[in-house]
């Protein structure tokens, strides 16, 4: 199976892993591509797309390493290969604003375009961290249960009305996990995934949702990523895919990876 993201750096988070996950649970014969432009919203890849800008870091991982082509356009990577998967999603500030989402029409024209008749999926992202203090959080009044809360909302309001899109929930399971023992420390710098569990805990949610990899199936684990953390990422996954828009408290309140 061919899986191109269409993204930034919060897809950059959800996919580190989901090749040695796959691989773990017996797919094989996975290819990842990920369009990777630093920060950018719905209208700036649209802008790219319209003025075949090579605006983009061509990520891609075939056999289980990424490698970076630079100065890519959109155009050139959906003709790449015949992609069986792609992802989209909205850069974080935005996540939560649903007038952001309007682009969403143009970006699923052009990309049907060229990679024709494609399954589409939507990753619903994460909010920041509670004591964040980076400007984007202003826009949420630096609560992140108010920010999850509008990130949701956008993508039942402005997502599911359009037909096109499997919902990612990773937003979700992060929330999930957040329930649990290792509390408000899934992001390394505020928004952006920790290297262990956070990263981990986006990665099975991609699995699940896209390939229907159950995360009892996956052996791999990120090197660093306890047996707890094992526990309270595959738990959050897991129910982030059952119920992708409410939050689901944690068994693992204590660090018990039962």
Not at 57 to 72: F, H, K, L, V
Not at 195 to 203: E, K, N, S, V, W
């Amino acid at each position: 199976m061919n899986i191109l993201a269409i993204g930034n750096s919060f897809s950059d988070d959800t996919l580190e892993y989901v090749y040695q996950i796959a691989e773990s649970a017996g797919i094989t014969g996975l290819y990842l591509g990920n369009l990777y432009n630093g920060g950018s919203t719905l209208e700036r890849h649209l802008q790219n797309a319209r003025t075949d800008a090579p605006e983009y870091e061509y990520r891609t991982n075939g056999a289980g390493e990424w490698s970076t082509q630079p100065q890519y356009r959109l155009k050139d990577a959906l003709a790449a290969r015949k992609w069986d998967v792609i992802s989209m999603q909205q850069a974080s500030p935005f996540s939560g604003e649903e007038e952001t989402y309007a682009q969403a029409d143009g970006l699923v024209s052009y990309v049907r375009g060229i990679a024709g008749d494609c399954r589409l999926v939507w990753n619903m992202t994460w909010a920041y961290q509670k004591d964040f203090t980076g400007e984007n959080f202003s826009r949420y009044g630096y609560g992140q249960e108010r920010m999850y809360r509008a990130i949701v909302n956008a993508v039942q309001r402005q997502i599911l009305p359009r037909k096109v899109f499997e919902v990612v929930p990773c937003g979700t399971a992060v929330q999930n996990a957040r329930t649990s023992f290792l509390g408000d420390t899934l992001t390394r710098d505020g928004y952006h995934l920790s290297f262990g569990a956070g990263r981990y805990t986006a990665g099975l949610t991609f699995a699940k949702a896209v390939l229907g990899v159950p995360p009892r199936a996956v052996t791999f684990v990120p090197r660093g990523v306890s047996r707890e953390e094992e526990a309270v990422a595959k738990e959050s996954a897991e129910n982030a895919c059952a119920q992708p828009f409410a939050v689901v408290r944690s068994r693992h309140a204590e660090g018990d990876a039962r």
